[in-house]
């Protein structure tokens, strides 16, 4: 059944479908921008725990039990539409305070991979990937129609083919999330200026500002 897969079709959708910057993978340039390479890979970790649970979720049914629930859709829906605005405004608002440069300068004292200080800020950094992912039903449903695209028609027992398409999509995105956050890093060791990191992070904010809005719009 695995075997039976179309892997010739699915990786170069999956990889744009990756690639395409939303909210985590922002999310993850601004932790590369703001702590470094390798706490940023650390958090994005976060977020593929929700993804391998989204994936358990649509393999058992669940995906199409929420895509057929308006009640279940619109309470994660305006839950993630709630954290996506705090954590936006948050990020800006640390941007125009300044607060950003005064962080991104002791991070450039300290070098890469030591901006984020004790298990506890990790963890938050982490819990706020998770959140961010845990909280967008547009990700649920994505995993619930695009991965079954790629199955054999007619096929009866989905499960296992299912898990492995999903484990082979986040191995995917973590790809990715490791260019975004490389992106990040980059940027911080190149040592542009202060306003410019400000004016890179406040942008960030809003687009997760941006995007709070595009879920809060979209119909289910």
């Known amino acids: 059944m695995i075997t039976d897969v179309e892997w010739a079709t699915f990786v170069p959708s999956a990889l744009l479908l990756a690639a395409t910057p939303g909210a985590n993978q922002l999310l993850t340039l601004r932790n590369g921008l703001r702590h ?11 977020r593929f725990s929700a993804f391998a649970l989204m994936v358990i979720a649509v393999a058992a049914g669940l995906g199409a039990v929420l895509a057929a629930s308006e ?21 800006v608002l640390a941007a125009v305070r300044g607060q950003v440069a005064g962080e991104m300068q002791k991070t450039a004292d300290e070098g890469d991979g030591k901006g984020v200080r004790g298990g506890l800020s990790s963890w938050r950094l982490g819990w706020q990937e998770f959140l961010v992912a845990a909280t967008n039903p547009k990700a649920l449903i994505l995993f619930a129609v695009f991965l079954p ?29 490791c260019g975004y956050a490389a992106l990040g890093s980059r940027l911080q060791s190149m040592g542009i200026s202060l306003r410019a990191r400000r004016w890179l992070d406040a942008l960030t904010g809003v687009a997760m500002l941006g995007l709070a809005g595009w879920l809060a719009t979209e119909n289910h």
């Open 36 to 46: 470094g390479l390798a706490p940023a890979v650390s958090a994005s970790l976060g």
């Open 149 to 177: 695209q790629f199955l054999p028609r007619g096929a009866k027992d989905v499960a296992v083919p299912l898990l492995v398409l999903g484990a082979a999509y986040i191995r995917i995105e973590f790809c990715c999330a």
């Open 71 to 91: 009640v279940a859709f619109n309470v994660i829906k305006w839950c993630g539409v709630a954290y996506l605005l705090w954590l936006g405004a948050r990020t």
